[in-house]
């Protein structure tokens, strides 16, 4: 099990940039698949991106290619979502999670989440 803690989310304008965190603590960081998530008011939580244990495979949403990029420290124990062009269809809660080895786009596949950190994107 790891614990997981989001950081950097806030209000941005269209267009703008924002860089989430998420801290790990707990087992070997360098063993789990990370994700990103999010999830808006009303509507189910969605995949973003996820990137392998070492770093070498990301996947991402469609909505989100090209405009998003997911990375990973593993000395850090830290994964990170680098966030630009927002758009205001991309304001939501999102959360980082792990799962042991293999990417998934799958939230259930996914073992352990952190709370979350609010993106708001003002038009």
């Known amino acids: 099990q790891v614990q997981l803690v989001e950081s950097g989310g806030g209000l941005v304008q269209a267009g703008g940039s924002l860089r989430l965190s998420c801290a790990a603590s707990?087992?070997?960081?360098?063993?789990?698949?990370m994700g990103w998530f999010r999830q808006a008011p009303g509507k189910e939580r969605e995949f973003v991106a996820t990137?392998?244990?070492?770093?070498?495979?990301?996947s991402y949403a469609d909505s989100v290619k090209g405009r998003f990029a997911i990375s990973r420290d593993n000395a850090k124990r830290t994964v990170y979502l680098q966030m630009n062009s927002l758009e205001p269809e991309d304001a939501a809660v999102y959360y980082c999670?792990?799962?042991?080895?293999?990417?998934?786009?799958?939230?259930?596949?996914?073992?352990?989440w952190g709370q979350g950190t609010q993106v708001t994107v003002s038009s």
């Open positions: 999670a792990a799962r042991l080895y293999a990417t998934s786009s799958q939230p259930h596949e996914y073992t352990d």
């Open positions: 707990g087992r070997t960081f360098s063993n789990y698949a």
């Open positions: 990137i392998s244990w070492s770093g070498g495979r990301t």
